[in-house]
Nanobody
């Protein structure tokens, strides 16, 4: 499966953005899907994930109650709705797919098999 992330851009503190991760060569419902982010000079960190069967979600503490991950099986897209954005959310955001047959929401990058190219989100104060 190939993943294409989009939707990033500049936004002011308190604003919202919706990131999209489009899949080709496969469908997002066939994978556990995750979003990660990487700020300059920092390691890639987990943001959110949704499992392939029951749609259970898991979020990092820093984004819980502000971000929402969801999937559209017909459009083969996974979304990350980001609200109440803060300057600390500035980063390149990556979507990723885990092909495990187990329904899970991994929080480590090594658990994922496929990655999109990343989309930059810049939050200004």
């Amino acid at each position: 499966v190939q993943l294409q992330a989009s939707g990033g851009g500049p936004v002011q503190t308190g604003g919202s953005l919706r990131l999209s991760c489009a899949a080709s060569g496969g469908n997002v419902i066939d994978y556990n899907m995750g979003w990660f982010r990487q700020a300059p000079g920092k390691e890639r960190e987990f943001v959110a994930a949704v499992d392939r069967f029951r749609g259970r979600t898991h979020y990092s503490d820093s984004v819980r109650d502000r971000f929402t991950i969801s999937g559209d099986r017909y459009r083969k897209i996974v979304y990350l709705q980001m609200n109440s954005l803060e300057p600390e959310d500035t980063a390149v955001y990556y979507c990723a797919a885990d092909r495990s047959s187990v329904a899970r929401t991994p929080t480590v990058p090594d658990a994922y098999d496929y990655w999109g190219q990343g989309t930059l989100v810049t939050v200004s104060s």
